[in-house]
């Protein structure tokens, strides 16, 4: 397992951008599939985007395709989420998991997860 701490969330307008970003410590970050997931107050944890240990393979979730960019730096252990042109509907507790090997969009598969990080979207 490793340790995953969000930051970057906060309370935006619609329309604009946030990046959210996930530090990893305590494990071989190249090794790990990471991805980002989202839970809206009272919803289930939903997959929003998922990024290969080599960056190259990056699966996004139906509602954030074209908004949203998922990437990570392996030589500082980081994987960010570039988020543009916010909706209301962003509104939720954002957490980043690592898994090994490769991606899922099943919260299942992965075992190290962050605090999560509040993203709220104001209409």
């Known amino acids: 397992q490793v340790l995953l701490v969000e930051s970057g969330g906060g309370l935006v307008q619609a329309g604009d951008s946030l990046r959210l970003s996930c530090a990893a410590s305590g494990g071989n970050f190249s090794n790990y599939a990471m991805a980002w997931f989202r839970q809206a107050a009272g919803k289930e944890r939903v997959f929003v985007a998922g990024i290969s240990g080599s960056g190259g393979n990056t699966p996004y979730g139906d509602a954030v395709k074209g908004r949203f960019t998922i990437s990570r730096d392996n030589a500082k252990n980081t994987m960010y989420l570039q988020m543009n042109s916010l909706k209301p509907e962003d509104t939720a507790v954002y957490y980043c998991?690592?898994?090994?090997?490769?991606?899922?969009?099943?919260?299942?598969?992965?075992?190290?997860w962050g605090q999560g990080t509040q993203v709220t979207v104001s209409s």
């Open positions: 998991a690592a898994g090994l090997y490769y991606i899922s969009d099943h919260p299942f598969h992965y075992d190290s």
